[in-house]
């Protein structure tokens, strides 16, 4: 109550003669929240509550310009206060990726993913060495032992032999050189559907853009019509300078939201031809750009399922339990695919006996 308090004198200093109401806009799985503030005329700025012994805004502030520079939709930063721990932004809205993916159809799907693609590749454009950290074997490394340490030790309640933890390793080294053997660029991190807007023209003043239509059929029409729409982008502080396909396994094998293997091979083929046309340093054989992509995403499902028990078992959030099946199964599928990592794969029999399905193979 009291970090409320000190938030909303905070803000009545950026607007003495305004009066707003302010009311909870969002929370994430860090000590970060966000506040909606609407004033007399309409008008709403989300501010961040970013409380400074536990999180730093000078990456956020960093990283929100060099985006907004490469022509990305990401929140307008109108003020802040480092010493506090505050931000004001612009709004971006309620509406994410994952609650219009869940209430439109193929069409929409398929128009929010080529634009969140070719936002993403703006991104990658934009990269420059040495503006962000490095993803290097070090981080990618701490990130994969995460599911040691809290999904099999503390989740399933499992200690691992010397031969266990010594196959672990083997394939954890062969994942990291193929990640780190892929052309490098900005790296979101998190590039999901919950972090992903469906943003309208009003949102955000720098970059406008077409008012969505009204959900049904008049929406898929526009979405195939339009193809300047472009996401609102969130929750991009922790970006580094690394793999290429990253982002990509955060947005097709994202942990919230399934789709079938075919509609996914078809989208990252779209990207895939767009970014060679970009001039961006893909493969220029699609089959070993999809490898690439695969195992990459084996590295962020391992993170994402240590990163999901550790919030509950540690942090008390037990909201992600009912995620970490999906993101098991995109796991196994992978393992079931590619030799060097059977090995994971029986280690994964052996601690949760399952039936799975490799689909399609290259």
């Avoid at 929140?75 to 206060?81: E, K, R, S, T």
Wanted: glycine fraction near 4%.
């Amino acid at each position: 109550m009291q970090r409320q308090q000190q938030l909303t004198l905070w803000l009545h200093s950026q607007f003495p003669d305004q009066p707003f109401t302010l009311a909870p806009a969002s929370a994430d799985a860090s000590f970060r929240r966000y506040f909606r503030a609407t004033f007399a005329d309409g008008q709403t700025r989300v501010v961040m509550d970013a409380p400074p012994q536990h999180e730093d805004c000078r990456p956020f502030l960093h990283i929100a310009q060099l985006f907004e520079d490469a022509g990305i939709h990401v929140p307008h930063v109108y003020a802040h206060d480092l010493k506090q721990g505050f931000l004001l932004l612009s709004d971006l809205g309620n509406t994410t990726y994952l609650q219009a993916l869940g209430e439109g159809s193929a069409d929409t799907a398929r128009a929010l993913y080529g634009a969140a693609t070719d936002a993403l590749i703006k991104i990658q454009l934009a990269t420059r060495e040495n503006e962000l950290p490095p993803y290097d074997d070090a981080v990618l490394l701490r990130e994969m032992r995460l599911f040691p340490e809290w999904y099999i030790t503390k989740h399933l309640n499992v200690t691992l032999n010397e031969a266990q933890h010594a196959k672990l390793e083997t394939v954890f080294a062969r994942i990291i050189a193929n990640n780190l053997a892929q052309p490098k660029v900005y790296v979101h991190r998190d590039y999901h559907s919950r972090n992903l807007m469906v943003v309208d023209s009003n949102s955000h003043p720098h970059f406008p853009h077409p008012n969505p239509p009204p959900r049904g059929e008049g929406t898929n029409a526009s979405l195939r019509e339009d193809c300047s729409i472009s996401p609102g982008i969130l929750d991009f502080q922790d970006a580094l300078y690394g793999p290429i396909t990253y982002d990509l396994a955060s947005l097709f094998k994202d942990a919230y939201i399934r789709w079938e293997e075919a509609e996914i091979i078809d989208w990252l083929v779209r990207y895939w031809e767009k970014a060679r046309k970009a001039g961006l340093p893909v493969a220029d054989d699609f089959s070993i750009f999809y490898r690439d992509y695969e195992w990459m995403a084996v590295q962020r499902h391992l993170k994402v399922l240590g990163i999901f028990a550790r919030l509950y078992h540690r942090d008390g959030k037990d909201g992600y339990l009912k995620d970490l099946p999906l993101v098991m199964s995109y796991l196994r599928a992978a393992c079931a695919r590619y030799i060097d990592l059977k090995p994971l794969l029986n280690l994964l029999d052996t601690l949760e006996p399952k039936n799975s399905s490799a689909g399609y193979t290259f």
